[in-house]
């Protein structure tokens, strides 16, 4: 599956949620017309786990393999089962990781980091305030100021742009929205990690929220 199709399968899946109704992937494309058990069942699925693409005629044998129970309130998982991220993100400007929906109160461009505003938006993050930290999501797109977006929580980001080394990335203090490896050393300014470079151009995004001042 290329990414750019798991892509548009989780924004329909996030929307489909929203309206309480089942998405299923069927046939190799996504499916919003079942909505009982029954219908379910009888349809042939393909489900990604740990090992790949898990092909099945019969979804109660799929669900019995990996999954518990399927509810509104999530996705319960089986001993022995987890969800796997590629951390060699191969394409610029894509990210594998956890993701979530959300509105943007300011413009954003793939990679760039934002806070909860007061009004539960997400605005740019910039470390030379406290008022505009901690970061606690990236980009994973462009997204306009009011419009919603996809946001990485916890996973790997790749730009071609990056110039990354060994060691720690944190909230720029003179760039909004930015990252740096130069920690800020102005009285007043806010040092936030947020991740670790794994290669010169990717980052293993997971901000901690232990924000110190200097």
Not at 196 to 209: E, G, Y
Request: negative net charge; proline residues 2%.
């Amino acid at each position: 599956m290329r990414r750019e199709d798991a892509k548009e399968i989780h924004r329909f899946i996030i929307d489909t949620v929203k309206k309480e109704k089942f998405a299923f992937v069927t046939d190799g494309k996504l499916d919003l017309s079942s909505s009982t058990v029954g219908q379910l069942l009888a349809r042939k699925v393909i489900i990604v786990d740990t090992g790949g693409m898990y092909n099945s005629n019969n979804v109660e044998d799929a669900l019995q393999e990996m999954v518990t129970v399927i509810e509104t309130n999530g996705l319960y998982f089986n001993d022995g089962v987890s969800i796997k991220f590629e951390e060699d993100v191969g394409t610029d400007h894509t990210a594998a990781g956890i993701l979530i929906s959300k509105q943007a109160k300011d413009t954003f461009v793939f990679g760039e980091v934002g806070y909860v505003t007061s009004d539960f938006k997400l605005g740019k993050a910039d470390a030379n305030y406290n008022i505009t930290m901690p970061a606690c999501y990236m980009a994973t797109e462009t997204i306009a100021s009011g419009t919603i977006g996809l946001f990485l929580i916890d996973g790997f980001a790749r730009d071609n742009s990056w110039t990354l080394t060994s060691g720690v990335v944190y909230v720029s203090p003179t760039i909004s929205g930015a990252i740096t490896q130069t920690k800020p050393s102005v009285a007043g300014q806010q040092v936030q990690v947020v991740g670790i470079p794994i290669a010169s151009n990717i980052i293993h995004f997971r901000p901690s929220f232990n924000v110190e001042v200097v």
